[in-house]
């Protein structure tokens, strides 16, 4: 399940709003400049699209380098219910485009979406179980889900809470199994939460944003900064594992498998140069040697060719000289 090297959405979290937050919502600077249709007007409007695809038009407002969504951003959270002790995360989809996700005060996202007027029902959210949280010191050794997300989502969708572990994945798509206390299976607890928290750089204040994926006790995460703009990670964490096995004990033997392989293939380069080498060698007689001789070889062959030929040419001027003779006489 790991991620590819896509860079994520520029997103930000607000929780537990306060009443003020009902009428205008405060923006960190770094995310405004990124959600803004363009530049050079103290004053824009920007496009936000609620769970079920409805939009408003949000005015945007900026001030001595302080950014808060001013006009409309009442009327978009009173027709999606959003109250005092909700949470809502921006998501930035391109300039001037952002989606808008709301949670209960129990910290679950809203399951209730845009109520019909006249009417306290809504229409139920399609998105996957989300819950939301803010870690408090005692999130740093073990943390406990919410309640209500155990009520209403891993009963109803028959997660095994018996489970001994849980499995979380991390924001760059690796495996992290958190062991759950025994006695309260909704508790990420034990030695693992501890090193995924420091894997992490996690701390209080930051905004963890769990999703459950569906299938027994596996979650992703997303991490929020204390100003609620989404943490990025740009360098694979050394101490995540694939294998559900437990932090940095398992990771570490790892790390010189890179330069044993490449010694490795170091090693092969020079075993074939060596084995090359000779080869060049032997050909340099043949480039050496001149391309012209005049030196015959003399084999066996050709000496019992000669000398038959030499005894042949005598025998038959010895026969000449015999028929000579007897004339003669």
């Not at 309640?147 to 001994?164: M, N, P, R």
């Not at 050709?302 to 007897?326: C, M, N, P, R």
Request: hydrophobic share 40%; proline share 6%.
């Amino acid at each position: 399940m790991a991620h590819s090297a896509q860079r994520p959405r520029h997103k930000y979290a607000a929780v537990s709003l306060s009443p003020s937050c009902l009428h205008r919502l405060h923006l960190p600077a770094e995310f405004a400049a990124r959600l803004e249709p363009g530049a050079g007007e103290e004053e824009r409007e920007v496009t936000v699209m609620g769970p079920l695809g409805k939009v408003w038009r949000v005015e945007l407002r900026w001030q001595d380098s302080v950014c808060w969504l001013g006009s409309g951003w009442p009327e978009l959270a009173a027709a999606l219910g959003i109250g005092t002790g909700w949470s809502v995360v921006l998501r930035r989809e391109r300039r001037g485009v952002a989606t808008l996700s709301a949670f209960d005060p129990g910290c679950c996202l809203a399951r209730l979406c845009t109520p019909h007027a006249g009417s306290s029902q809504g229409v139920a959210c399609k998105n996957r179980p989300r819950f939301i949280k803010v870690i408090q010191p005692d999130d740093l050794e073990k943390m406990r889900i919410p309640d209500k997300f155990v009520q209403q989502h891993l009963t109803e969708a028959g997660a095994c809470l018996s489970s001994q572990n849980a499995m979380i994945v991390c924001p760059l798509g690796k495996f992290w199994r958190v062991k759950l206390d025994h006695g309260q299976s909704d508790v990420l607890c034990g030695d693992e939460w501890p090193q995924f928290v420091m894997a992490h750089d996690l701390s209080e204040g930051n905004i963890l944003l769990f999703r459950y994926e569906g299938t027994n006790m596996v979650f992703s995460v997303e991490v929020f900064l204390r100003n609620g703009c989404l943490k990025e990670y740009h360098t694979t964490l050394a101490l995540c594992t694939t294998d559900g096995a437990r932090g940095p004990s398992d990771t570490s033997p790892q790390r010189p498998t890179t330069p044993s392989l490449s010694m490795k293939r170091k090693n092969d380069r020079q075993v074939v140069y060596a084995i090359s080498a000779p080869t060049q060698l032997k050909s340099k007689p043949a480039v050496i040697s001149p391309r012209h001789s005049f030196t015959k070889k003399i084999t066996s062959f050709a000496l019992h060719k000669h000398f038959v030929s030499t005894a042949f040419v005598l025998f038959i001027l010895w026969f000449v000289a015999y028929i000579e003779l007897d004339t003669a006489n």
